[in-house]
């Protein structure tokens, strides 16, 4: 716990810090738009309109989505219900995620989201700035049914290679503003356990060990793997949140769903 | 790069942290870090700016210590953060799988999310929404199967209970070693549900723990564990210990287990004989009625004759009284069974009714003969054929029984030929002079409006708790007159119960019935039944009690209901609605917006 607090005081410290920079700079010159290369407008709490989003050029035209996973909790700091859904851009193979936040007082005339089970053709997406799983939001959609292709799609886009999933992950992390808990779909070669701790290894024998913890916002998914038919324990696409914990200091992964070419089995909501 | 320097690092900072930045200035064991870490930066630069920064937390006033502070945990937590170990040397093995059984399926978030509160929640109103999901086939949802396994141990007993009886079967072998690492023989309540859980899905594979429950076990699992026992010599002859034993639990959970067993043994019988004889039959009449043993089947009519034999030739009140009690015990144990002698018997009882109705004891020969009527209903053709037949001079439960099996056993034309004209005779008010029409006519219209075949003997009796409640029987459908008859009765719960789309008499019928109800909660069926079908001014007609509701004093608000029948109405009436709440109260609003939202939101 006393882990955890340290380092979110060491993320408001840069926040801080890279924010009175950043508003130094917008005083100075008025005329400057909010940064879009990286999250910090919205750190400082600015809210990005979509038409802002637009004019800044954080527009992706006809986008095909599908939703991988999907959450809804209650944020009592924010004093929030906060529904998200993780999203696979088919064609650039990016995860992406929306957010729904509806405020306790409000939430009766706020429609929460709900699992998405099709295909999501989007004219314009919006995409907010920010690092590995950047937020994005659309105006309009059109679903259509999910097809084996789409599923196919998502395993080819499926990272292969733990170790350099890995690196770029570490690499992401150090950031102090960075997203800690980033998500990925990894192509796996097999889940097994190892004296009782659940792992998933790649064709070439790199290793990540699952937990749910610390992960408390998603429901519990470790033990349901325990649960599904052996075939899905071998050569599928399991689609992950990594977390570094700080007292032991390893780099973990939570399952969220298991994409296999006919579906994605959702772990958690 | 020295790792566990940086750890050292860290570690120091962590103390600090926590013991609070004031003392951070001057800290001498994160003073002599320094020197190592100007070494390592030798090598490697990174670890010299973070023996600058410790040196600025080293030099630091009691001013400047927490942002000196902060900026050495922003430094090396970036750095271990790159530092993070993963993967696990060892045998990778395969994981213990476990089929769940039958076809798993994949509810959505809005769908899972209130069950599983429910499942994991206290409060009210939680086993409908559980009864619901089973129903519907949600549990086949693998993400539930952890909570519906906790559910066992639910403070509320009914759910509990359903999750054991109806839920978790449902996942078949895959949850026995979670049920069997919970499992508590000391433990009462949910662990008795998974005692009995564990002996139904793996009775071989349980016998360990059922041994130790009788054992070392609770009371309560004791007794769980015996009414697991099988047929193994062991077992019967605890069993049959069991059966003397002082506490009347033990006793049934033994007689029950010894019923269900099947056994053919000498001893076994006689046992059963002995008690189905004497006062203990009333603690195993729902196994004994299940045996199909010849010799148990057999006794139990023999004593049934004997018993009725008896019981015509009593005279004193109190005897008769206990023999009453007795011969409903034997009839119970008689109902469901096919055989022709079971048949013979029961509709000797039948043709002596009048005889039975002149014993006027408590219980009395009335109250045997509405048991007889009951079983009858529910038996063979002949028994329902015999039944029906003397429809006209039956009365009260015995005319009920009557009536549905008539509704089983005629052709939909036939049933309304018959009792149609029964339905004129109920009234508003029942008085003496019209008390037998009237009964007659009510208890039509109870078979009219029944959704399952299953009569309810008494509830409040105690023959009922040995029931255990069977699968609904399939009951033929209606003749569609039956919904003019019941108009031309005026009978209005009828009417709400048969109404459908499209019949214009019925739609006048609740429009001008609504029209005499005063009360909130007397217009609320009639407004149900107007959605249910449709009716064209169903949402004008609900927007007015609205309207009145709103300017009520009550502080009984019958939103809720009107809420849920927003909801069932067709999409385009949803803009009145989106019009009618800013005019009513706050609290009207709360409990109807989402209902509204889901109007508007529904697919066409």
Redesign the interface.
């Given at each position: 716990m006393f882990s955890e607090a340290l380092d979110q005081l060491a993320r408001l410290h840069s926040i801080v810090k890279q924010g009175r920079a950043y508003l130094q700079r917008r005083l100075e010159d008025p005329k400057l738009k909010p940064e879009t290369d990286t999250p910090i407008a919205a750190w400082l709490g600015h809210a990005w309109q979509l038409a802002e989003l637009k004019a800044a050029g954080l527009v992706q035209a006809d986008v095909e989505l599908i939703q991988l996973a999907f959450n809804s909790h209650d944020d009592v700091a924010r004093q929030e219900h906060i529904d998200t859904g993780v999203w696979m851009n088919l064609a650039t193979g990016r995860i992406q995620v929306t957010q729904n936040f509806r405020p306790y007082k409000a939430a009766k005339y706020i429609k929460s989201d709900d699992s998405f089970f099709q295909v999501a053709q989007v004219k314009e997406l919006c995409v907010y700035p920010g690092d590995a799983n950047p937020r994005i939001r659309w105006d309009g959609m059109l679903p259509r049914p999910a097809e084996p292709g789409d599923f196919q799609k998502v395993r080819d886009h499926a990272r292969a290679d733990f170790a350099a999933v890995i690196k770029e992950v570490k690499n992401n992390l150090k950031g102090p503003l960075a997203d800690k808990q980033p998500i990925h779909a990894l192509q796996f070669r097999r889940i097994g356990q190892v004296d009782g701790v659940l792992v998933v290894e790649d064709a070439r024998g790199e290793r990540l060990t699952l937990t749910d913890a610390g992960m408390a916002e998603e429901p519990q998914s470790c033990h349901l793997l325990q649960l599904l038919s052996p075939s899905l324990h071998e050569n599928q696409t399991l689609v992950v949140r990594f977390r570094h914990d700080l007292d032991r200091r390893k780099l973990q992964v939570k399952p969220l769903s298991i994409v296999t070419g006919a579906s994605v089995v959702r772990l958690t909501l | 790069m020295s790792i566990p320097l940086l750890?050292q690092v860290y570690d120091e900072?962590?103390r600090l942290?926590?013991a609070g930045s004031a003392v951070a200035a001057g800290d001498f064991r994160l003073k002599k870090l320094i020197e190592p870490l100007t070494r390592a930066g030798e090598k490697a630069p990174v670890f010299a700016k973070v023996g600058q920064a410790v040196q600025a937390v080293v030099d630091s006033s009691e001013k400047t210590a927490s942002?000196a502070l902060?900026?050495l945990?922003?430094l090396v937590?970036?750095?271990?953060?790159?530092?993070?170990?993963?993967?696990?040397?060892?045998?990778?093995?395969?994981?213990?799988?476990?089929?769940?059984g039958g076809q798993a399926t994949?509810a959505?978030?809005?769908v899972?999310?209130p069950l599983?509160e429910a499942l994991t929640t206290t409060g009210s109103g939680r086993i409908e929404l559980i009864r619901d999901a089973h129903e519907r086939g949600t549990f086949k949802d693998?993400?539930l199967?952890?909570a519906a396994l906790n559910a066992v141990d639910d403070p509320y007993p009914e759910i509990g209970e359903f999750i054991a009886d109806k839920v978790l079967p449902l996942y078949g072998k895959?949850i026995l070693p979670e049920l069997r690492a919970k499992v508590d023989v000391k433990g009462r309540a949910g662990q008795l549900h998974r005692l009995g859980l564990l002996h139904r899905l793996d009775p071989e594979g349980s016998r360990d723990l059922i041994q130790s429950a009788l054992a070392e076990g609770s009371k309560e699992m004791k007794v769980a564990a015996i009414e697991c026992l099988g047929t193994t010599d062991d077992d019967l002859a605890y069993l049959l210990e069991q059966t003397k034993a002082k506490a009347k639990d033990v006793r049934a959970a033994a007689l029950r287990a010894l019923t269900a067993s099947a056994s053919s043994r000498a001893d076994v019988i006689a046992t059963l004989k002995k008690v189905i004889s004497g006062p203990d039959l009333e603690l195993i009449i729902s196994k004994v009625k299940q045996s199909l043993l010849p010799e148990i089947q057999n006794y139990v009519l023999e004593q049934a004759e004997s018993q009725f034999t008896d019981l015509l030739k009593l005279k004193d009140k109190k005897l008769q009284g206990s023999s009453i009690t007795r011969m409903q015990q034997l009839v119970s144990c008689l109902d469901e069974r096919k055989d022709i002698q079971a048949e013979t018997f029961l509709l000797k009882c039948f043709e002596n009714a009048k005889a039975i109705a002149a014993i006027k004891s408590e219980p009395a020969g009335a109250d045997l003969n509405e048991l007889v009527a009951h079983v009858l209903s529910q038996g063979t053709p002949r028994m329902q054929r015999e039944l029906v037949a003397s429809h006209k001079t039956l009365t009260d439960s015995c005319l009920l029984s009557a009536i549905f099996a008539a509704r089983a056993t005629m052709t939909p034309e036939d049933f309304y030929a018959a009792f149609s004209s029964s339905l004129k005779g109920i009234s508003d008010k029942r008085t003496k002079k019209n008390s037998a029409e009237h009964d007659r006519g009510m208890a039509v219209a109870e078979a009219i409006s029944a959704r399952s075949g299953y009569v309810t003997y008494r509830q409040w009796m105690r023959f009922s708790r040995y029931e255990r409640r069977r699968e609904e029987s399939h009951l033929k459908a209606l003749d569609p007159r039956w919904l003019d008859a019941a108009i031309e009765a005026r009978a209005a719960d009828l009417v709400f119960d048969l109404a459908r789309p499209g019949h214009a008499a019925t739609n006048q019928f609740l429009s001008e019935h609504l029209a005499t109800q005063k009360k909130p909660h007397e217009a609320e069926e009639v407004l149900q039944t107007m959605v249910r079908v449709a009716h064209p001014d169903a949402a004008d007609l609900l927007i007015d009690a609205l309207k009145k509701q709103a300017k009520s004093t009550s502080s009984y608000y019958y939103s809720y209901w009107y809420g849920r029948m927003i909801a069932d109405l067709p999409r385009s009436e949803a803009p009145k609605f989106e019009a009618l709440l800013p005019t009513l109260p706050d609290k009207m609003v709360?409990q109807l917006?989402?209902s509204v939202?889901a109007l508007k939101?529904k697919p066409e």
């Amino acid at each position: 716990m006393f882990s955890e607090a340290l380092d979110q005081l060491a993320r408001l410290h840069s926040i801080v810090k890279q924010g009175r920079a950043y508003l130094q700079r917008r005083l100075e010159d008025p005329k400057l738009k909010p940064e879009t290369d990286t999250p910090i407008a919205a750190w400082l709490g600015h809210a990005w309109q979509l038409a802002e989003l637009k004019a800044a050029g954080l527009v992706q035209a006809d986008v095909e989505l599908i939703q991988l996973a999907f959450n809804s909790h209650d944020d009592v700091a924010r004093q929030e219900h906060i529904d998200t859904g993780v999203w696979m851009n088919l064609a650039t193979g990016r995860i992406q995620v929306t957010q729904n936040f509806r405020p306790y007082k409000a939430a009766k005339y706020i429609k929460s989201d709900d699992s998405f089970f099709q295909v999501a053709q989007v004219k314009e997406l919006c995409v907010y700035p920010g690092d590995a799983n950047p937020r994005i939001r659309w105006d309009g959609m059109l679903p259509r049914p999910a097809e084996p292709g789409d599923f196919q799609k998502v395993r080819d886009h499926a990272r292969a290679d733990f170790a350099a999933v890995i690196k770029e992950v570490k690499n992401n992390l150090k950031g102090p503003l960075a997203d800690k808990q980033p998500i990925h779909a990894l192509q796996f070669r097999r889940i097994g356990q190892v004296d009782g701790v659940l792992v998933v290894e790649d064709a070439r024998g790199e290793r990540l060990t699952l937990t749910d913890a610390g992960m408390a916002e998603e429901p519990q998914s470790c033990h349901l793997l325990q649960l599904l038919s052996p075939s899905l324990h071998e050569n599928q696409t399991l689609v992950v949140r990594f977390r570094h914990d700080l007292d032991r200091r390893k780099l973990q992964v939570k399952p969220l769903s298991i994409v296999t070419g006919a579906s994605v089995v959702r772990l958690t909501l | 790069m020295s790792i566990p320097l940086l750890i050292q690092v860290y570690d120091e900072m962590r103390r600090l942290a926590i013991a609070g930045s004031a003392v951070a200035a001057g800290d001498f064991r994160l003073k002599k870090l320094i020197e190592p870490l100007t070494r390592a930066g030798e090598k490697a630069p990174v670890f010299a700016k973070v023996g600058q920064a410790v040196q600025a937390v080293v030099d630091s006033s009691e001013k400047t210590a927490s942002t000196a502070l902060l900026e050495l945990a922003a430094l090396v937590n970036a750095i271990l953060y790159t530092q993070g170990e993963t993967g696990i040397p060892g045998d990778l093995k395969p994981l213990e799988t476990t089929d769940l059984g039958g076809q798993a399926t994949q509810a959505s978030a809005r769908v899972l999310k209130p069950l599983l509160e429910a499942l994991t929640t206290t409060g009210s109103g939680r086993i409908e929404l559980i009864r619901d999901a089973h129903e519907r086939g949600t549990f086949k949802d693998l993400r539930l199967v952890k909570a519906a396994l906790n559910a066992v141990d639910d403070p509320y007993p009914e759910i509990g209970e359903f999750i054991a009886d109806k839920v978790l079967p449902l996942y078949g072998k895959a949850i026995l070693p979670e049920l069997r690492a919970k499992v508590d023989v000391k433990g009462r309540a949910g662990q008795l549900h998974r005692l009995g859980l564990l002996h139904r899905l793996d009775p071989e594979g349980s016998r360990d723990l059922i041994q130790s429950a009788l054992a070392e076990g609770s009371k309560e699992m004791k007794v769980a564990a015996i009414e697991c026992l099988g047929t193994t010599d062991d077992d019967l002859a605890y069993l049959l210990e069991q059966t003397k034993a002082k506490a009347k639990d033990v006793r049934a959970a033994a007689l029950r287990a010894l019923t269900a067993s099947a056994s053919s043994r000498a001893d076994v019988i006689a046992t059963l004989k002995k008690v189905i004889s004497g006062p203990d039959l009333e603690l195993i009449i729902s196994k004994v009625k299940q045996s199909l043993l010849p010799e148990i089947q057999n006794y139990v009519l023999e004593q049934a004759e004997s018993q009725f034999t008896d019981l015509l030739k009593l005279k004193d009140k109190k005897l008769q009284g206990s023999s009453i009690t007795r011969m409903q015990q034997l009839v119970s144990c008689l109902d469901e069974r096919k055989d022709i002698q079971a048949e013979t018997f029961l509709l000797k009882c039948f043709e002596n009714a009048k005889a039975i109705a002149a014993i006027k004891s408590e219980p009395a020969g009335a109250d045997l003969n509405e048991l007889v009527a009951h079983v009858l209903s529910q038996g063979t053709p002949r028994m329902q054929r015999e039944l029906v037949a003397s429809h006209k001079t039956l009365t009260d439960s015995c005319l009920l029984s009557a009536i549905f099996a008539a509704r089983a056993t005629m052709t939909p034309e036939d049933f309304y030929a018959a009792f149609s004209s029964s339905l004129k005779g109920i009234s508003d008010k029942r008085t003496k002079k019209n008390s037998a029409e009237h009964d007659r006519g009510m208890a039509v219209a109870e078979a009219i409006s029944a959704r399952s075949g299953y009569v309810t003997y008494r509830q409040w009796m105690r023959f009922s708790r040995y029931e255990r409640r069977r699968e609904e029987s399939h009951l033929k459908a209606l003749d569609p007159r039956w919904l003019d008859a019941a108009i031309e009765a005026r009978a209005a719960d009828l009417v709400f119960d048969l109404a459908r789309p499209g019949h214009a008499a019925t739609n006048q019928f609740l429009s001008e019935h609504l029209a005499t109800q005063k009360k909130p909660h007397e217009a609320e069926e009639v407004l149900q039944t107007m959605v249910r079908v449709a009716h064209p001014d169903a949402a004008d007609l609900l927007i007015d009690a609205l309207k009145k509701q709103a300017k009520s004093t009550s502080s009984y608000y019958y939103s809720y209901w009107y809420g849920r029948m927003i909801a069932d109405l067709p999409r385009s009436e949803a803009p009145k609605f989106e019009a009618l709440l800013p005019t009513l109260p706050d609290k009207m609003v709360d409990q109807l917006m989402e209902s509204v939202l889901a109007l508007k939101n529904k697919p066409e």
